[in-house]
């Protein structure tokens, strides 16, 4: 627990005192009973709008997050978390040089802040969904969380938001056909970003015979609209604004986002549970007991299961 | 558990019996009880040599890992796991047409199985690293595992194999940018392929960087080779096999390899008894608890890092 922890102040990042919020972030990202202790101290937010945006890298994310920004300000204020180590918020280099970083940054209804996962319990997910409940208690009408990749671990980053974007390019093919499985499950809306470079249409093509595909064996689910844009250009941004209202409206309908909100609390209510069982067995007692079970795995004395069978029958005082 | 897992004869599996391998495989696949009492039954391994093949879509992983099994059969059997769904081994398209699967799959020495996670305790990695040790207890000198992406899940499954090829093309330049920590903790052994492309010099320098860069803050580990190849032409395939033998050997000093196994058997066995204790979680009495919980942290009674101590305090029988 280092000083900086336990200085921030609740009542002040829910006053959205920017030090405050940034300082509590900062514990977030280092997780541990400092961070737990913030924020069980924070009040219940429950009104930002969540808003995740994924994809390879390259597809314009940043830079469409920025034009995003500009475009939700009109309907409040508007947080961002990028978890993109390639991402101009977290020091990366931005390629489109049309939309301008301190035109948004200067904002003081804008917040954006990059974040890793460092000691969180749970990793990167978790720390980013308490990241957004802490600029859900600062009072932020909108949250951005911009994540990189198709592999299963940022599609989990990205599943703590309301509504999920998935940018991909008209070169984006390889990416696409391979996880095709894990982006029909996370996407809301699919964004075809630089689509005014040549094979825009049969990357729409594609996407269309995904979401076609799915529309045909998942009945009364919703259908990703797929949004045509250039980012860089502001190009197709008002449509994308409207999509995602009418993901959110869709939501609204028969208690579909209480039940999604209640899900995620349930995994990630699991979650920290095993998360904190996990750092209690690399610890202490456990530690000499787990060191000692992997004595006999290497002399053949025990099985890897079976001594994780064992392990854990004593741990829950079974044994 | 079905009657196929239950089948699985163990010392068949010992005796490469082709079809025995096959179920027991499907059996770690699934996961559960019958995985657990079928592993326990196998004699230990800790013969066969393991090494990942990881890198982008669209690198030539499966061309590469084709012509790696042709190269190593000459100093042993292999067997290969392939967790990567656009693979041909996967059912996915082959692209390189010089390579012909039937060369290999044919051959009585050599056993390639595509895998998935469906219900394995601890997700895929787990899954693989047991599949890893059925194919160790069959006898296969060489184990390769062929995973897709940059991803933090995918390097997660290359973590449980002895040397780590990361391949990349050319063409890699954002993967490569914006995986950089990640691909330098797990890379034994860079594979440029696809080098007969333009600006294979590009690329060649730009990982000569970032190994040197590394070189240069940890002293006495191990740096990568880069091996530039062109897997579908079989050009720089010996040199490959030259650098894998080289941190084979690197790996053989001073009880370097025994202890990766050893960190490795430690993560498994850590993961086994926390994955033990969240399939607990979601199962009678621990459900409804989480669920009862879920209903005071909505209507803003308890805290969600609240509710997980209590609940984590509860079930390790401490409350």
């Known amino acids: 627990v280092t000083a900086e922890a336990c200085t921030v102040d609740p009542a002040a990042v829910a006053a959205r005192d920017r030090r405050a919020i940034a300082r509590a972030l900062s514990a977030v990202e280092r997780g541990g009973a400092a961070a737990a202790t913030l924020l069980a101290a924070l009040p219940a937010g429950r009104r930002a709008y969540r808003i995740g945006v994924t994809g390879p890298p390259g597809a314009g994310k940043s830079t469409l997050t920025m034009q995003l920004i500009a475009a939700l300000r009109g309907r409040g204020s508007v947080a961002v978390i990028a978890v993109d180590p390639s991402s101009p918020f977290s020091g990366g280099a931005l390629l489109g040089d049309r939309v301008r970083m301190n035109d948004v940054a200067d904002d003081p209804e804008v917040f954006i802040r990059s974040m890793a996962s460092r000691g969180a319990l749970g990793g990167l997910s978790a720390a980013v969904a308490d990241g957004a409940d802490v600029l859900d208690a600062a009072g932020f009408d909108w949250v951005i969380v911009e994540t990189v990749g198709v592999g299963q671990s940022e599609l989990e ?12 390019t008209p070169e984006s093919g390889d990416e696409v056909q391979t996880a095709k499985a894990g982006l029909m499950e996370i996407a809301d809306v699919f964004v075809l970003n630089k689509d005014d470079r040549p094979d825009g249409n049969a990357m729409w093509n594609a996407l269309r015979r995904m979401v076609d595909a799915r529309r045909r064996v998942v009945v009364d689910a919703w259908a990703p609209p797929i949004v ?6 502001g190009r197709g941004i008002d449509a994308l604004v409207g999509a995602i209202g009418g993901h959110r409206a869709w939501l609204g309908e028969a208690g579909r986002l209480a039940e999604r909100r209640r899900a995620r609390g349930r995994e990630r209510l699991s979650n920290l549970v095993a998360a904190r069982f996990a750092a209690q067995l690399a610890s202490g007692a456990w530690h000499a007991r787990l060191e000692s079970a992997l004595d006999a795995i290497e002399d053949g004395r025990e099985t890897l299961h079976a001594a994780a069978e064992a392990l854990y029958a004593n741990a829950v005082g079974r044994a």
Request: aromatic share 0%; proline share 0%; no cysteine.
């Open 157 to 168: 980053v990205v599943r703590v938001t309301d509504t999920t974007l998935v940018v991909v």
């Open 228 to 233: 045509r844009t250039v980012a860089a250009g």
